[in-house]
T-cell receptor, first 119, second 113 residues
Protein backbone atom coordinates (compact mmCIF):
# COMPACT_ATOMS: atom_id res chain seq x y z
CA UNK A 1 0.00 0.00 0.00
CA UNK A 2 1.58 3.25 -1.20
CA UNK A 3 -0.52 5.48 1.03
CA UNK A 4 -2.09 7.25 -1.95
CA UNK A 5 -5.83 6.72 -2.24
CA UNK A 6 -7.98 7.09 -5.32
CA UNK A 7 -11.73 6.88 -5.69
CA UNK A 8 -13.62 5.42 -7.32
CA UNK A 9 -11.77 2.27 -8.30
CA UNK A 10 -13.99 1.65 -11.31
CA UNK A 11 -16.23 3.99 -13.25
CA UNK A 12 -18.50 3.15 -16.15
CA UNK A 13 -20.24 5.98 -17.95
CA UNK A 14 -21.58 7.02 -21.32
CA UNK A 15 -20.19 9.27 -24.02
CA UNK A 16 -20.82 12.93 -23.45
CA UNK A 17 -20.92 12.60 -19.68
CA UNK A 18 -18.72 14.23 -17.05
CA UNK A 19 -16.93 12.46 -14.22
CA UNK A 20 -14.70 13.44 -11.31
CA UNK A 21 -11.81 11.35 -10.06
CA UNK A 22 -10.47 11.96 -6.59
CA UNK A 23 -7.02 11.50 -5.12
CA UNK A 24 -5.60 11.85 -1.61
CA UNK A 25 -1.81 12.01 -1.46
CA UNK A 26 0.41 10.35 1.13
CA UNK A 27 0.63 12.17 4.40
CA UNK A 28 3.29 14.85 4.08
CA UNK A 29 3.40 14.87 0.30
CA UNK A 30 2.80 18.28 -1.24
CA UNK A 31 2.70 17.36 -4.90
CA UNK A 32 0.12 15.45 -6.90
CA UNK A 33 0.49 14.17 -10.44
CA UNK A 34 -2.17 12.77 -12.78
CA UNK A 35 -1.45 10.21 -15.49
CA UNK A 36 -3.49 8.41 -18.12
CA UNK A 37 -2.66 4.89 -19.23
CA UNK A 38 -4.62 3.50 -22.15
CA UNK A 39 -4.71 -0.23 -22.91
CA UNK A 40 -1.22 -1.57 -23.52
CA UNK A 41 0.18 1.94 -23.50
CA UNK A 42 2.72 3.71 -21.42
CA UNK A 43 2.00 6.47 -18.98
CA UNK A 44 0.87 9.81 -20.33
CA UNK A 45 1.53 12.67 -17.95
CA UNK A 46 -1.46 14.97 -17.66
CA UNK A 47 -0.83 17.58 -14.97
CA UNK A 48 1.02 18.27 -11.73
CA UNK A 49 0.12 20.35 -8.69
CA UNK A 50 2.37 21.44 -5.88
CA UNK A 51 0.89 22.78 -2.67
CA UNK A 52 -2.26 23.94 -4.41
CA UNK A 53 -0.63 25.52 -7.45
CA UNK A 54 -0.36 24.07 -10.93
CA UNK A 55 3.31 23.17 -11.48
CA UNK A 56 3.44 21.44 -14.86
CA UNK A 57 1.13 20.52 -17.68
CA UNK A 58 1.47 17.58 -20.04
CA UNK A 59 -0.81 16.18 -22.71
CA UNK A 60 -4.02 17.18 -21.00
CA UNK A 61 -7.03 17.78 -23.20
CA UNK A 62 -9.04 20.97 -22.85
CA UNK A 63 -12.03 18.80 -21.84
CA UNK A 64 -10.04 17.76 -18.78
CA UNK A 65 -9.28 19.91 -15.76
CA UNK A 66 -7.86 19.40 -12.33
CA UNK A 67 -7.30 21.18 -9.06
CA UNK A 68 -5.59 20.65 -5.74
CA UNK A 69 -7.44 21.76 -2.65
CA UNK A 70 -6.06 23.31 0.58
CA UNK A 71 -6.09 19.91 2.27
CA UNK A 72 -3.90 18.75 -0.66
CA UNK A 73 -6.35 16.26 -2.11
CA UNK A 74 -6.85 16.60 -5.83
CA UNK A 75 -9.64 16.06 -8.31
CA UNK A 76 -9.45 15.38 -12.04
CA UNK A 77 -12.55 16.38 -13.99
CA UNK A 78 -13.21 14.76 -17.34
CA UNK A 79 -16.04 16.18 -19.43
CA UNK A 80 -17.71 15.49 -22.80
CA UNK A 81 -16.33 11.99 -22.52
CA UNK A 82 -15.43 10.06 -25.65
CA UNK A 83 -14.82 6.36 -26.19
CA UNK A 84 -11.10 7.07 -26.44
CA UNK A 85 -11.02 8.42 -22.91
CA UNK A 86 -11.43 4.89 -21.57
CA UNK A 87 -8.23 4.26 -19.64
CA UNK A 88 -6.63 3.74 -16.27
CA UNK A 89 -6.10 7.06 -14.53
CA UNK A 90 -3.39 7.25 -11.93
CA UNK A 91 -2.68 9.78 -9.29
CA UNK A 92 0.79 9.91 -7.78
CA UNK A 93 2.25 12.00 -5.00
CA UNK A 94 5.70 13.06 -3.89
CA UNK A 95 7.19 15.13 -1.12
CA UNK A 96 9.12 17.68 -3.11
CA UNK A 97 7.36 17.57 -6.46
CA UNK A 98 10.51 17.76 -8.49
CA UNK A 99 12.04 20.66 -6.59
CA UNK A 100 14.93 18.75 -5.06
CA UNK A 101 17.01 18.12 -8.17
CA UNK A 102 16.41 14.41 -8.34
CA UNK A 103 16.64 13.67 -4.64
CA UNK A 104 14.82 10.69 -3.19
CA UNK A 105 12.05 13.05 -2.06
CA UNK A 106 11.09 13.39 -5.71
CA UNK A 107 10.01 9.75 -5.76
CA UNK A 108 6.45 9.43 -6.98
CA UNK A 109 4.17 6.99 -5.18
CA UNK A 110 1.16 5.87 -7.13
CA UNK A 111 -2.40 5.26 -6.10
CA UNK A 112 -4.25 2.12 -7.19
CA UNK A 113 -5.80 3.92 -10.16
CA UNK A 114 -9.32 4.53 -11.41
CA UNK A 115 -10.38 2.43 -14.35
CA UNK A 116 -12.70 4.49 -16.52
CA UNK A 117 -14.86 2.83 -19.14
CA UNK A 118 -16.79 5.03 -21.53
CA UNK A 119 -19.57 3.22 -23.41
CA UNK B 1 14.57 13.29 -28.36
CA UNK B 2 13.71 10.26 -26.29
CA UNK B 3 14.48 11.03 -22.68
CA UNK B 4 14.19 7.49 -21.31
CA UNK B 5 14.77 4.49 -23.55
CA UNK B 6 13.86 0.92 -22.76
CA UNK B 7 14.86 -1.17 -25.74
CA UNK B 8 13.37 -4.49 -24.63
CA UNK B 9 9.60 -4.54 -25.18
CA UNK B 10 9.41 -8.07 -23.80
CA UNK B 11 11.67 -10.54 -22.06
CA UNK B 12 11.54 -14.08 -20.76
CA UNK B 13 13.51 -15.44 -17.82
CA UNK B 14 13.56 -18.84 -16.16
CA UNK B 15 12.42 -18.95 -12.56
CA UNK B 16 15.33 -18.57 -10.07
CA UNK B 17 17.60 -16.99 -12.67
CA UNK B 18 18.74 -13.37 -12.69
CA UNK B 19 17.53 -10.92 -15.33
CA UNK B 20 18.64 -7.46 -16.40
CA UNK B 21 16.21 -4.89 -17.77
CA UNK B 22 17.87 -2.12 -19.75
CA UNK B 23 17.30 1.60 -19.41
CA UNK B 24 19.20 4.56 -20.83
CA UNK B 25 18.56 8.21 -20.21
CA UNK B 26 19.48 11.46 -21.88
CA UNK B 27 20.43 14.48 -19.84
CA UNK B 28 23.29 16.87 -19.32
CA UNK B 29 22.06 17.79 -15.85
CA UNK B 30 24.44 17.05 -13.00
CA UNK B 31 21.71 16.34 -10.49
CA UNK B 32 19.00 13.84 -11.32
CA UNK B 33 17.21 10.81 -9.99
CA UNK B 34 16.49 7.43 -11.53
CA UNK B 35 13.58 5.19 -10.59
CA UNK B 36 12.12 1.82 -11.44
CA UNK B 37 8.47 0.84 -11.13
CA UNK B 38 6.67 -2.48 -11.45
CA UNK B 39 3.19 -2.82 -12.87
CA UNK B 40 1.67 -6.29 -12.43
CA UNK B 41 -1.36 -7.38 -14.41
CA UNK B 42 -3.58 -6.11 -11.61
CA UNK B 43 -2.61 -2.60 -12.69
CA UNK B 44 -1.06 -0.85 -9.74
CA UNK B 45 2.28 0.96 -10.11
CA UNK B 46 4.74 -0.11 -7.46
CA UNK B 47 7.90 1.85 -6.72
CA UNK B 48 10.90 -0.49 -6.59
CA UNK B 49 14.17 1.38 -6.35
CA UNK B 50 15.82 4.81 -6.52
CA UNK B 51 19.30 5.92 -7.58
CA UNK B 52 20.59 9.46 -7.22
CA UNK B 53 23.09 10.81 -9.73
CA UNK B 54 25.56 11.58 -6.95
CA UNK B 55 25.28 8.17 -5.32
CA UNK B 56 28.58 6.37 -5.72
CA UNK B 57 27.21 2.95 -4.92
CA UNK B 58 24.58 1.07 -6.86
CA UNK B 59 21.22 1.04 -5.12
CA UNK B 60 19.87 -2.25 -3.81
CA UNK B 61 16.47 -3.18 -2.42
CA UNK B 62 16.17 -6.85 -1.60
CA UNK B 63 16.35 -8.81 -4.85
CA UNK B 64 16.43 -5.61 -6.88
CA UNK B 65 19.58 -3.72 -7.71
CA UNK B 66 20.26 -0.88 -10.06
CA UNK B 67 23.36 -1.10 -12.22
CA UNK B 68 24.19 2.58 -12.57
CA UNK B 69 26.77 3.48 -15.22
CA UNK B 70 26.91 7.24 -15.30
CA UNK B 71 29.27 7.63 -18.24
CA UNK B 72 27.07 5.40 -20.37
CA UNK B 73 23.91 7.05 -19.02
CA UNK B 74 22.42 3.71 -18.20
CA UNK B 75 20.40 2.56 -15.19
CA UNK B 76 19.66 -1.11 -15.66
CA UNK B 77 17.48 -3.01 -13.21
CA UNK B 78 18.77 -6.38 -12.08
CA UNK B 79 16.36 -8.84 -10.52
CA UNK B 80 18.08 -11.75 -8.85
CA UNK B 81 16.50 -15.17 -8.30
CA UNK B 82 13.40 -14.41 -10.38
CA UNK B 83 10.05 -15.51 -9.03
CA UNK B 84 6.77 -16.12 -10.82
CA UNK B 85 5.39 -13.03 -9.09
CA UNK B 86 8.00 -10.92 -10.86
CA UNK B 87 6.07 -11.29 -14.11
CA UNK B 88 4.96 -7.75 -14.81
CA UNK B 89 5.61 -4.61 -16.79
CA UNK B 90 8.63 -2.64 -15.59
CA UNK B 91 9.05 1.08 -16.17
CA UNK B 92 12.24 3.09 -15.85
CA UNK B 93 11.84 6.77 -14.99
CA UNK B 94 13.97 9.77 -14.33
CA UNK B 95 13.70 13.34 -13.19
CA UNK B 96 15.86 16.04 -14.74
CA UNK B 97 15.57 18.93 -17.21
CA UNK B 98 14.20 21.49 -14.79
CA UNK B 99 12.56 18.82 -12.70
CA UNK B 100 10.53 17.08 -15.35
CA UNK B 101 9.64 13.45 -14.76
CA UNK B 102 10.08 11.08 -17.70
CA UNK B 103 8.90 7.47 -18.04
CA UNK B 104 10.17 4.87 -20.47
CA UNK B 105 7.86 2.76 -22.60
CA UNK B 106 8.28 -0.27 -20.37
CA UNK B 107 9.54 -3.84 -20.57
CA UNK B 108 7.19 -6.77 -20.13
CA UNK B 109 8.89 -9.51 -18.15
CA UNK B 110 7.62 -13.08 -18.17
CA UNK B 111 9.05 -15.51 -15.66
CA UNK B 112 8.79 -19.12 -16.78
CA UNK B 113 8.43 -21.97 -14.26
Amino acid sequence: DSGVTQTPKHLITATGQRVTLRCSPRSGDLSVYWYQQSLDQGLQFLIQYYNGEERAKGNILERFSAQQFPDLHSELNLSSLELGDSALYFCASSVSGGTSGGHRTDTQYFGPGTRLTVL
Amino acid sequence: AQKITQTQPGMFVQEKEAVTLDCTYDTSDQSYGLFWYKQPSSGEMIFLIYQGSYDEQNATEGRYSLNFQKARKSANLVISASQLGDSAMYFCASIYNFNKFYFGSGTKLNVKP
